[in-house]
């Protein structure tokens, strides 16, 4: 089982205040982060690209019609992630491969169907996600995802998990389309990033927190370069393999390692390191 150890407010001074506990032992509702959580979050952030781009374009809904769909279908999962009393493997990798294909609809929404550019879609996303984050730690006094263990932090977890698709999607497409880079090189460019980004923290110090989500945010537009590189046509960039054989065949990857990960249970947290007492 995954365990972990969140603080909660200090009691209120009074005849029962030190049999009161300062600390509450639940359950955390993520996987701890390994190599193989990045694998996956990569591929269900390439996933998110081109299944809402086969999506948009086999389904004859619309963008609108598609987005309303997706919508509901990660509302449902979300429904049963928040029911589950510890970290499921399939029902969290299904949220994040349905919440990649939303946050990317809702920033082609943004762009396509009502004009907004790429400089004002980011800047707003970046905004939301701030003041996710804010809100969070000013309730809840962590940002760890080894914290998530009550329904409020994991509310704030997916909203800000939500935020970091639509921004990564936004800002991916805002330095693509103004630099001009191609699919490859964009994907160079990002892979290049969260490597500073994981120096920084290893090397430099910097907050662990902090690098965990910046490097989060950065996956998103590295997997959406790598959807479009393998999917689009070779005269556009691309190897031309179409969003049908580049979505099935990351979706089987991503089966494989969760199936393999809820059989092995090798991104539970362990609840003797982490708390030092035996489960």
């Not at 790429?118 to 984050?133: D, H, K, N, Y």
């Not at 804010?134 to 962590?142: I, L, P, Q």
């Not at 995802?145 to 805002?174: K, M, N, P």
């Not at 099935?248 to 990857?253: E, I, M, N, Q």
Request: glycine share 8%; with cysteine.
């Amino acid at each position: 089982m995954t365990y972990e150890l969140s603080e909660t407010p200090e009691a209120e001074p009074g005849p029962s205040a030190s049999a009161r506990p300062s600390h509450r032992l639940r359950w955390n509702k993520v996987p701890e982060v390994t190599a193989y959580f990045w694998i996956i979050k990569v591929l269900c952030t390439t996933v998110g690209e081109t299944a809402a781009d086969l999506l948009n374009e086999k389904a004859g809904l619309g963008l609108t019609g598609v987005s309303v769909l997706m919508s509901a279908l990660l509302a449902v999962v979300l429904v049963v992630q928040f029911r589950t009393k510890e970290y499921r493997a399939g029902v969290y990798w299904l949220a994040v491969a349905l919440i990649s294909v939303v946050g990317t609809l809702i920033s082609d929404n943004l762009t396509d169907n009502i004009g907004v550019p790429l400089e004002t879609s980011t800047a707003v996303f970046a905004v939301l996600l701030a003041v996710a984050f804010v809100v969070w730690y000013r309730r809840e006094h962590t940002l760890s995802i080894h914290s998530v263990d009550t329904t409020s932090r994991e509310a704030y977890y997916w909203l800000a998990v939500l935020f970091t698709f639509a921004l990564g999607t936004a800002g991916g497409d805002l330095v693509s389309e103004r630099m001009d880079l191609g699919y490859w090189l964009a994907a160079v460019l990002f892979a290049l990033a969260i490597a500073a980004v994981a120096v920084a923290h290893f090397a430099l110090g910097l907050d662990a927190v902090w690098s965990f989500w910046i490097a989060y945010i950065l996956t998103r537009p590295l997997g959406a370069s790598v959807g479009d590189y393998l999917s689009q046509p070779t005269g556009d960039g691309g190897l031309g393999l179409g969003t049908v054989v580049t979505s099935g065949l990351f979706l089987a990857v991503i089966l494989g390692l969760v199936v393999y990960l809820a059989v092995t249970r090798k991104d539970v947290v362990d609840h003797a390191r982490v708390t030092g007492q035996v489960a």
